[in-house]
């Protein structure tokens, strides 16, 4: 049995899929094949339900859940930190509401809480790893941040105007949950729950052999050095990484309710594999 998974090339994701992606872990007659797109790719993809997992936003997962069913592990979760905006000079809140921003997809969180926190706004949708420079050439007047740039934007020259995990911690005392993993119902559920313990295994080992793990994840760190690599895992691959528990739950839960209340996405399903 061939399963596709789609993840992001980011350190992070690679870290968890490194023992899957080398055959650390006995996965019996399920062979893994690992698609590697930017997050915005996977989501467009996962409307489609094109894959049989996939990494993508809890944004999208909004649109999907009749199709997809969440892993338990996996989820990329900011506590008291998250997407950042950027800009070439300081700038306030108040001072943002004027401004042209660049945001990586309309489908990811990252956008999803930007519309959250700052109602309405004028915006332009960039490759992420485009962004800094279309800010730096003043073609926007900010720039919405995902990935290392969240770690190397004051090296890179910008100043941070907002944190999106800062402000959604303010208002509702949870982290926020920004990436996770999900798993095409349709395979049945003792597939889905195969996978599942799968996926675990995968981001155990990966904790249990830093190092390893860490030398694999560094291919797709985008340029950052090893302690940088290092400190971004550190962020996204953590207690929540292993299992939501009952926090993450609840602050997926909440996003997604907020979210509905705001008229941006449907009413929320939530779905788990057991």
Known sequence: ?????????????????????HRKIDTGNMEFEHILKDIETLNRWALEKRLEVTALSVHTYAYVSRDYALLPHGASIGDQYGPIVVTNKPMSMEDLKEKKFAVPGELTTAFLSLCLCMKKFNYEVVPFD?????????????GLIIHEGQLTFEQEGFYKALDLGEWWYAQTGLPLPLGVNAVRKDLGESTCT??????????????????????????????????????????????????????????????????YEAGITPEPVLEFVS
């Open 1 to 21: 049995m061939k399963i596709r998974v789609g993840h992001s090339p980011d350190a992070d994701d690679a870290f968890m899929f490194y023992a899957l992606a």
């Open 130 to 142: 485009q962004i800094f420079n279309a800010v730096k050439s003043g073609k926007v007047d900010a």
């Open 194 to 259: 195969r996978i599942s313990n799968y996926l675990r295994q995968s981001i155990n080992y990966g904790l249990e052999h830093r190092n390893d793990a860490l030398d694999y994840a560094m291919k797709y760190a985008r340029n950052a050095d090893e302690k940088l690599a290092d400190r971004f895992v550190g962020m996204y691959v953590n207690h929540y990484t292993q299992d939501f528990g009952e926090r993450g739950r609840l602050a997926v839960q909440t996003l997604l309710q907020k979210s």
